[in-house]
Every structure is written in structure tokens, then in C-alpha cells.
């Protein structure tokens, strides 16, 4: 399992509590230390899409008045390229799925089995 994220943000820190609580163990991935590249980026809207994975409601895309620019999918992709901080975080990957977000009731259902 592997955690992308960034370690300040609320959400990815409830993540780490719940794998801690659970005795999970994941590998995890700072955007700002290792930027994510295109093709994982494309990767991820496959098992997931693009408007999840973009933060909306973000500081960041508030930040870079991204909401004016009417982006169309290419211009998401090209901003989440050049600025991993507009992703909705945590992004897991864990298996053959990607979860998007910190939902405690949806990790007990994925996670504790």
C-alpha cells in the first residue's frame, strides 16, 4: 500500500491514525518530495477521474483562480501535472484500487477484512 501525500494535511494525518490504529502497514509517498509524473497521474484517473482526484475546494486551486479558466480535462491533467498540491489527498493505492480521500467508514470496509 503506498500513501501519496503531503504530511501537514489534516486528512492524510487521520489516514496514517487509522493504518496506525489498525496495524497497517503502507509506504508513504510526499508529493512535495517526489512530484507525481503524468503517466501515474493517467494511471489513477483509469481507476478513479480526474474530477475526484482534483481539489476543488483547495487552497491551492482557490490560490490559482482555476475555477475562472473553465479548465477542460487536458488543462486538469496539465495543472495536476505541474502542481501536485491541487490533488484531494491521501491518494492510496492499495491493490488494484485507488481511494481518493479520508473516509473512516469506507477504510474499515476496505482495509479491515
Known amino acids: 500500500m503506498k500513501i501519496y501525500g503531503i504530511k501537514t494535511c489534516g486528512s492524510v494525518r487521520k489516514a496514517f491514525a487509522f493504518m496506525k490504529d489498525n496495524g497497517i502497514s503502507y509506504e508513504f509517498i510526499d508529493f512535495r518530495a517526489t512530484p507525481v509524473d503524468e503517466s501515474k497521474i493517467k494511471e489513477w484517473i483509469d481507476k478513479s477521474s480526474l474530477d475526484v482526484l482534483l481539489n476543488t475546494k ?20 496539465e495543472w495536476l501535472v505541474k502542481e501536485n498540491m491541487l490533488f484531494k489527498r491521501p491518494v ?22
Open 58 to 77: 483547495g487552497t491551492k486551486y482557490k490560490t490559482l483562480n482555476l475555477k475562472e479558466l473553465n479548465l477542460d480535462d487536458n488543462g486538469k491533467l
Open 92 to 113: 492510496i493505492e492499495f491493490e488494484d484500487k485507488l481511494i481518493v480521500g479520508f473516509d473512516e467508514n469506507q477504510y474499515m470496509q476496505i482495509f479491515i477484512k
